[in-house]
């Protein structure tokens, strides 16, 4: 089991800047790739950045450029740098955790626990 807990969201104006974290408790050792998903009203939930344990990274290309994701393994947590932000970017942002899990009698699998989502407004 992973808890996870995000902090940083708010309302800013466009242009502005925000930094989102995430906390991850539990199981951390099984901890493969974390990151941020996000979800605005009446779309579907959307990737926006992720981290393998490599240190890789991908991004959503509507945000590639302007945010960046950084991870700390010996505090378990995740951060996402947002810059040059836009009202488009305004959405619940959630923070996910891809743990290793064994299953009995099928194995080892990915199983991903998320966050409980926190406001991200981009508004004048």
């Known amino acids: 089991q992973v808890q996870l807990v995000e902090s940083g969201g708010g309302l800013v104006q466009p242009g502005g800047s925000l930094r989102l974290s995430c906390a991850a408790s539990g199981s951390t050792l099984s901890i493969n790739n974390m990151g941020w998903h996000r979800q605005a009203p009446g779309q579907e939930r959307e990737l926006v950045a992720a981290?393998?344990?490599?240190?890789?990274?991908n991004y959503a290309d509507s945000v590639k450029g302007r945010f960046t994701i950084s991870r700390d393994n010996v505090k378990n947590m995740v951060s996402l740098q947002m810059n040059s932000l836009k009202p488009e970017d305004t959405a619940v942002y959630y923070c996910y955790a891809e743990v290793r899990t064994y299953y009995p009698g099928i194995g080892y699998r990915p199983r991903n626990y998320w966050g409980q989502g926190t406001q991200v407004t981009v508004s004048s």
């Open positions: 981290i393998r344990s490599g240190d890789s990274t």
